[in-house]
């Protein structure tokens, strides 16, 4: 890719999706192989460029249990390293009060880190939280590469 191509931070919109996003949205998100159970793009934000090329995207995802999950955040690989991970999760953050949860593989607890995002412990989850973590831990046992995942909580 020349640097023609690349976008220009200035030219990098975060939008709410439309629905003429959604396929892109969900192409997305299966090429870089995120959970791709709960893709609904009444919830997502894109990173657009000027051409309108959708960039990167986000959600805030609501659970049964009330809790609400910064998800799907999500950069194509062309693009990534130029900010537009963090423009569209500071957007999200600005949109939606705390309490946030995620969850990430572990070694991405520093990206989170710097937006406020702290690791909690098993016991500081809540009922939902703590379903996923113990699903993941016996899955990790059958598959002993994988790497751990983390719970994290952002408080504002």
């Not at 439309?18 to 892109?24: K, Y």
């Not at 607890?109 to 989850?125: I, N, R, S, T, V």
Request: some cysteine; proline content about 9%; overall charge positive.
């Amino acid at each position: 890719m020349s640097r023609l191509d690349e976008p220009d931070q200035k030219n990098i919109t975060v939008r709410p999706a439309t629905q003429a996003d959604a396929r892109a949205v969900r192409a997305l998100i299966f090429a870089v192989h995120i959970n791709p159970t709960g893709l609904d793009w009444r919830r997502f934000v894109v990173a657009v460029d000027r051409e309108g090329r959708l960039l990167g995207c986000g959600q805030i995802k609501p659970h049964p249990d009330g809790t609400r999950e910064l998800a799907s955040v999500a950069v194509w690989p062309i693009y990534r390293r130029q900010g537009i991970a963090r423009a569209v999760i500071e957007h999200l953050l600005a949109h939606h009060p705390p309490p946030l949860y995620l969850t990430c593989r572990t070694p991405l607890e520093p990206l989170y880190a710097k937006f406020g995002f702290y690791p909690l412990a098993q016991h500081q989850m809540t009922p939902y939280f703590r379903r996923v973590s113990k699903a993941f831990n016996v899955l990790a046992r059958l598959f002993p590469r994988r790497i751990g995942l983390s719970v994290m909580r952002w408080d504002g």
